[in-house]
C-alpha cells in the first residue's frame, strides 16, 4: 500500500490481481484518512484504475488520482520516463506520462457543459470532467478566500437542475492564472486540490469567458498545477509524492 499527495489532493494505492479487489469489504473494515483510494490492477496488457472517495463511495474520475496512478507505475518501474500510456478508467480510456524529472501529465476526459444557470442572482455553470462539477466565477481573491463554499456545496446541490453527486468550485482568474477552491463529494470537505475541478474551470475560461489561452496555472492551498489544451484535449499536470504506507 502506498500513500501519494497530489498538490495535497491525498490517496492510498493498491496495486492487486482484478479478482482480489473489493472495495466495499475494504471499506468496511478500514478507515480512510486520505480523500480517496486507488485500487490498480493490469489487465491483458492495459492498467486498470478504480478510484473510491473516502466514504467509499465510487468516482468515476480523479485528476490528481490519475496523476498518482502514473507516478505510483512509474516509481515502481511498471512504466518508463517520458513514455504514453494509457489508463483505463470509469469515465474511458485516457493517457498520460512521467517526465523525466518525475513529473506526471494525463489527458483528461473532455470536459462537457451541461448547463448554466442563475441562482440567487448569480451565474453558475455545471460542467463534467468525468465527474460532475457546479462552478461560480468570485469577482475578487478576497471574496474567494472568505467565500461559504460549504455552505454553497450543500445549498447548490439542492437544485433540480444540478447533479446530486456534484462537486462544488470558486475560482477567480487574472490572465492565465486561476485561484480556486473545491468542496469534493464523496471526500466531503473541502480539499486542497481538485484535478477535475481545475480542468472544469479552465474549460470555462475557454469557452464561456473568451481567454486567448491555451494553458493555465492553477493555484490551490495545496499547490500549483498546469492545465493545458491540446487539439481539444485538456492535459493536468503537476508533482505527486509518494511514500510506502502500513
Known amino acids: 500500500m502506498t500513500q501519494c499527495d497530489a498538490n495535497g489532493n491525498t490517496f492510498l494505492v493498491m496495486e492487486q490481481e482484478e479478482d482480489t479487489i473489493s472495495p466495499t469489504l475494504w471499506f468496511q ?5 486520505e480523500d480517496g483510494v486507488i485500487w490498480l490492477f493490469e489487465k491483458k496488457n492495459q492498467w ?24 505510483y507505475l512509474y ?17 474511458g480510456e485516457i493517457h498520460g506520462f512521467v517526465d523525466s524529472s518525475g513529473i506526471p501529465t494525463v ?13 440567487k442572482g448569480v451565474l453558475v455553470d455545471v460542467i463534467k470532467v468525468g465527474v460532475p462539477h457546479v462552478a461560480q466565477h468570485i469577482k475578487t481573491r478576497k471574496e ?16 433540480d437542475l444540478i447533479p446530486p453527486e456534484s462537486n462544488a468550485d470558486i475560482f477567480y482568474y487574472e490572465d492565465n492564472h486561476i485561484w480556486l477552491r473545491t468542496f469534493e463529494n464523496g471526500v466531503n470537505r473541502e480539499t486542497k486540490s481538485c484535478g477535475t475541478g481545475c480542468v472544469a474551470v479552465s474549460y470555462l475560461l475557454k469557452n464561456t469567458l473568451n481567454s ?13 498545477v498546469s492545465v493545458s489544451i491540446d487539439a ?9 509524492i509518494c511514500n510506502d504506507a502500513i
Open 29 to 33: 473494515n478500514h478507515t480512510c484518512s
Open 48 to 71: 486498470h484504475m478504480e478510484y473510491f472517495n473516502c466514504d467509499g463511495s465510487r468516482a468515476a474520475m480523479c485528476g490528481n488520482g490519475a496523476r498518482s496512478a502514473y507516478y
Open 75 to 91: 516509481k515502481n518501474n511498471k512504466i518508463s520516463s517520458d513514455q504514453w500510456t494509457s489508463l483505463k478508467t470509469s469515465s
Open 107 to 119: 489527458s483528461m476526459p473532455p470536459p462537457i457543459l451541461f448547463r448554466s444557470l442563475i441562482w
Open 144 to 159: 474567494l478566500d472568505s467565500f461559504p463554499l460549504h455552505e454553497f456545496f450543500t445549498a447548490i446541490r439542492m437544485h
Open 212 to 224: 486567448n489561452h491555451n494553458e493555465w496555472t492553477a493555484h490551490t492551498k495545496g499547490g500549483d
Open 232 to 240: 481539444n484535449l485538456y492535459y493536468l499536470k503537476g508533482q505527486v
